[in-house]
């Protein structure tokens, strides 16, 4: 250990960074986090935009690996808000004194793999360097912001706002004309609140997308008292569950093709009224194969904004007409709808007619001015690479891991990529990630980790990495499985089409967080075959196909 500050640098202080520091402090690694922002926190800490809050239950959403902190905290609300999953993680900082091992408001820039000492070298902007055996990305897959490359949008007068980049003091809009750019979950949470404050909204929509409502509410002292006596099953659950949820509802055992439309209306219906994401991510096993199925949904949710829109041409423009439901990601909502039948909200389909250009007073929409006195950017991350590719990464011999994933990320298990010795990255693309409750995500990603560094330790190993054939032959699987779903029939972030020039590869691992844990499983049983561990190469068996759910066409006819 000559030679080397840390056993690990750890980049990121949201839920990843965090946990991570705390699992490697209890193994007995020296580790320290290193943090842009000014405190804890990641997404919670960014996106402090109105509405901003989770859309799996807190309950679900939040920490399983410590029963005393399980225990003690006391969620308010079924869907927890920005400031209080925030507070929520300062407590954690606090109560496992984490904060004495994070450097806050420091980008890491550079990190570098010396092969002769088998060591990272970190650089960050503040000048300083820390060499680490270890390198862990706790960067975020939704960390990076979308800024539009729209013409003229330096030229804006008035104030213009991210969603992911919110002012600590929050924005009064009261008596201002807002335009909002993006319709995705930011902007569907935001909208209903800036539209009470503005005297004037201006939502311009490119894409429509499918929504839930929330059905959030107070959580009341006894729903709060069984969820902590449950906990253990809550838990068990989400680790049984392909989306990593202990609330998600179980899947309908009939086919949204084969039920006869009063027990499909009957069974949506119950679906809606429980609300919320993972009551319809997996609610048919054909939702997610079927284009047949996906557009039987689909309807069910036309109708819905139908009934909620009172302006008949606006609900049509709210309906999702180029994209199947799921395949790009479920919005959660309260009010949402609701926003279009107030006289002050306008909506404009940037499909019928484009942005222009965005001009000193407003934004010019074919040859309308659309004046505005602020601007509200909802446009989305470069997501699950951005952060990755913004840090200048080189392994072996100088390898630069974004050259390495120009045409497309590659990893093993979205954990390791080949070249990259040592190198971790938690929910990397290539896992399971942001298709499911990512708190279990991370959660497993971290424990995992860990059970590599000690294994590796406890071998007096120094170097571990992807062995790139197991590498290739795990892309292979991840983009078979995907290739079986609708999911790459659309332009979604999943596959990067929402940044220009960016490679469509799916991103995230879509065989369900229940068999990509068993995968990781057999793997750590086989002595972590697939990795090489100090150059050694060993045989690895480790049947990728064998936990994940595959339906045939034929079978998907008769079940
Ligand atoms: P992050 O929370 O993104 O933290 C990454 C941290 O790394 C950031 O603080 C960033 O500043 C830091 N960082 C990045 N690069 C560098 C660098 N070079 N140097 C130093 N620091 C760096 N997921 C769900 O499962 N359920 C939800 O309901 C849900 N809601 C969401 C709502 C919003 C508005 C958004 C944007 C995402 C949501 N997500 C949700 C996804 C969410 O990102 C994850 O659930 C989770 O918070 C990710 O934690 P993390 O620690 O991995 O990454
Ligand atoms: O971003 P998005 P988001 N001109 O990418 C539009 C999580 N999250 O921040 O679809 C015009 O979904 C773009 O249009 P299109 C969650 O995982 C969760 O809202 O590309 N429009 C789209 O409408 C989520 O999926 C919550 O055609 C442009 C919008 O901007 C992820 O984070 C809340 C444009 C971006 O939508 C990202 O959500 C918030 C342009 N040049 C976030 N560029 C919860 O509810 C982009 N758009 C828990």
Known sequence: MSGQDLDAVIVGAGFSGLYMLHKLRGLGFSARVIEAADDVGGTWYWNRYPGARCDIESCDYSYSFDEDLQQEWQWSERYASQPEILRYLQHVAERFDLRRDITFETRVERAQWDEAAQLWTVSTDSDEQLTARFCIMGTGCLSSFNTPDIPGLADFAGDTYTTGQWPHEGVDFTGKKVVMIGTGSSSIQSTPIIAQQAERLTILQRTPNYVVPGHNYPMPDDEANKVKQSYAEL?????????????????????????????????????????????????????????????????????????????????????????????????????????????????????????????????????????????????????????????????????????????????????????????????????????????????????????????????????????????????????????????????????????????????????????????????????????????????????????????????????
């Not at 002050?344 to 250009?357: C, G, K, Q, Y």
């Not at 960016?502 to 068993?518: M, N, Q």
Request: aromatic share 8%; hydrophobic share 40%; charged share 20%.
């Open 235 to 559: 838990r068990d659950a989400a680790q049984e569950s392909a989306v990593g949820s202990g609330r998600a509802l179980p899947r309908t055992p009939h086919l949204a093709t084969s039920l006869d439309e009063q027990t499909f209306l009957s069974d949506m219906e119950r679906r809606w009224a429980v609300g919320g994401l993972v009551g319809f991510v997996g609610a048919y096993a054909d939702l997610n194969m079927d284009p047949a199925a996906a557009n039987r949904v689909g309807e069910f949710f036309a109708d819905k904004i139908r009934a909620r829109v009172s302006d008949p041409e606006v609900a049509e423009k709210l309906i999702p007409h180029d994209h199947y439901v799921t395949t790009k990601r479920l919005c959660v909502d309260t009010g949402y709808y609701e926003s279009f039948n107030r006289d002050n909200v306008d909506l404009v389909d940037l499909r019928t007619t484009p942005i222009e250009t965005i001009v000193a007073d407003g934004v010019r929409v074919g040859d309308t001015l659309i004046e505005a006195d602020a601007l509200v950017l909802a446009t989305g991350f470069d997501a699950m690479t951005g952060s990755l590719n913004r840090i200048d990464i080189r392994g072996t011999k100088g390898m630069s891991l974004a050259d390495k994933w120009n045409e497309g990320a590659s990893s093993l298990l979205g954990l390791m990529s080949h070249g990259f010795p040592n190198l971790f990255t938690i929910t990397g693309p290539g896992s399971p990630s942001v298709l499911t409750n990512m708190v279990t995500s991370i959660e497993q990603h971290v424990d995992y980790i860990a059970g590599v560094m000690v294994y590796l330790r406890d071998q007096d190993g120094v170097q571990i990495e992807a062995e790139q054939d197991v590498e290739d032959a795990w892309m292979a699987h991840n983009n078979t499985v995907a290739q079986t779903t609708t999911y790459m029939s659309a332009n979604s972030w999943y596959i990067g089409a929402n940044i220009p020039g960016k490679p469509r590869v799916f991103l995230p691992y879509i065989g369900g967080y229940h068999a990509y844990r068993a995968i990781c499983q057999d793997i750590a049983q086989n002595g972590y075959c697939g990795f090489l561990i100090d150059g050694a190469a060993r045989p690895c068996e480790v049947n990728f196909d064998a936990h994940v759910e595959s339906f045939t066409p034929e079978e998907l006819m008769v079940a």
